[in-house]
């Protein structure tokens, strides 16, 4: 939960989890709708259950369901907008650049998390850097890894 | 092999190449994308789409200049790949918001994620699978979709204490020996004793998915074969040793066969339904439905 608190307040968010809801399974946080709760009775088989928030590693890893969700958040969240083939880079796992970014939301300043969005969805995230003379977005998590877990695996 | 597979065809009445292949189809996922906003959103890049009439969610990709498993909208599972025969199980069963699904041979988890959207996420899926390896396609189905009202477990589904717990709806996709049109080293690979096998097989599992069910629940069994010893002669074996009902399906493909190389089944089998590739212009499949009594 620690790590999860720290990774909202890096993107700017004010989402609230309900710790009562919370459920992790190994490394995975997930959270629990209350229809569920019946059909939660073998812990040492249960691979997956509800809405994954991410993954806790040494730092928080949010899945794409909760970085889009917090995208549709009202406030001052950090995101940058991007056009098709800058998102499309940054997809298959390449930093942005400054000067590809279209639009800047909330704080854009060296090691602030900040959201990648292209036409209103949530492509991953990315913390400021400095490279070369010139701030990029490095990129932490995009949903091209979807791809890359199934290459991994085959 | 391939002149015996063919011959039986032929017995049933299709005259079949051996060299059909289906027609690529996708899915929207309406937990993530509106139908007409993705289609708008797809035709503007340049695909072509046409609409499948027996299928809420489904369009025959007619053409895309650009590979249709590595895009945004995938990525973001605004829609799945999914051939349009493997969708129908699902469209027939007809899931509501609100039930208890027990999806028992899930990996890798189209249809896992096609139940929840049929649900519009409300009530619980239940998704069962043994093969571990296959499952993380199925976690990473479930991420992508969006998919919240399902717990998965790895396990033999007989091994599971389901306790007091019964379902209003079960897929039964089971395990079977597939078809030629999907893999094109089925003839060289598969013999008679692999369907004798799996057929018996198949039948431990619908014995397993009929004491899971509720009195009055929906028992969709389905095979993606045209091997009628997994398909007619295992619903015939359900009748035989359950106190069950075949409902009628409804939809483009056959009915059912009564007769299968000689052997008269019972009429009710016919309410089953039969994919042929040279009917539908899809995968072969199979569909039967039977309600608990």
Redesign the interface.
Same mark, same amino acid.
């Given at each position: 939960m620690r790590l999860l608190k720290k990774f909202l307040e890096g993107v700017g968010s004010s989402l609230t989890v309900d710790e009562e809801r919370l459920l992790r399974i190994n490394n995975k946080r997930f959270t629990v709708g209350e229809e569920l709760d019946n059909f939660i009775f073998r812990w040492d088989n249960l691979v997956y259950a509800g809405k994954l928030l991410g993954k806790d590693r040494k730092l928080f890893h949010p899945s794409p369901t909760l970085l889009q969700e917090l995208a549709s958040e009202q406030g001052p969240l950090n995101k940058v907008h991007v056009n098709r083939e800058t998102g499309w880079l940054f997809v298959c796992g390449r930093d942005v650049f400054e000067e590809s970014i279209l639009k800047k939301e909330g704080k854009f300043e060296e090691g602030v998390l900040s959201l990648v969005m292209f036409d209103g969805s949530c492509l991953g995230y990315g913390r400021v850097e400095s490279f070369q003379g010139k701030r990029i977005l490095k990129n932490v998590f995009d949903i091209g890894d979807f791809l890359r877990r199934e290459r991994w695996r085959t | 092999m391939k002149s015996v597979f063919l011959d039986r065809y032929r017995q049933l009445g299709h005259e079949l190449t051996g060299d059909e292949t289906p027609s690529k189809s996708l899915r929207v996922n309406t937990l993530k994308a509106e139908s007409e906003w993705l289609l708008e959103r797809l035709i503007e890049l340049g695909v072509s789409l046409r609409k499948i009439d027996y299928l809420r969610d489904g369009y025959a990709i007619e053409g895309s200049p650009f590979s249709l498993g590595?895009s945004?909208e995938y990525? #973001?599972?605004y829609y799945n790949l999914q051939e349009a025969a493997s969708q129908f199980p699902v469209e027939a069963l007809g899931p509501k918001p609100?039930d208890?699904v027990l999806d028992m041979c899930a990996a890798p988890g189209i249809k896992t994620s096609q139940l929840a959207a049929h649900m519009e996420n409300? /009530?619980?899926v %239940?998704?069962v699978d043994v093969d571990r *390896?296959r499952?993380?396609?199925?976690? &990473?189905s #479930?991420?992508?979709c /969006?998919v919240? &009202?399902? %717990? %998965?477990?790895? *396990?033999d589904v007989n091994e599971?204490?389901? /306790?007091e717990?019964r379902f209003d709806k079960i897929l039964l996709d089971v395990p079977c020996s597939g078809n030629y049109i999907i893999d094109g080293d089925w003839f060289i690979k598969r013999s008679l004793v692999d369907v004798e096998r799996n057929a018996e097989r198949q039948r431990g599992l619908l014995e397993t998915a009929v004491g899971l069910l509720k009195v009055g629940g929906v028992l969709s069994y389905t095979t993606c074969s045209l091997e009628p010893e997994e398909d007619e002669l295992n619903v015939q074996w359900l009748l035989d040793n359950f106190d069950v009902e075949l409902r009628e399906i409804k939809g483009p493909g056959s009915r059912g066969l009564t007769e299968v190389f000689g052997e008269k089944l019972d009429d009710d089998v016919g309410r089953s339904m039969r994919f042929w590739p040279d009917e539908v212009g899809t995968q072969g499949f199979f569909v039967a439905e039977a309600v608990k009594q």
């Open positions: - | 590595a945004f990525l #973001l599972g609100g208890a409300k /009530g619980a %239940v998704a *390896s499952l993380y396609a199925l976690e &990473n #479930l991420e992508r /969006g919240e &009202n399902c %717990v %998965v477990y790895h *396990s599971l204490d389901f /306790g717990i």
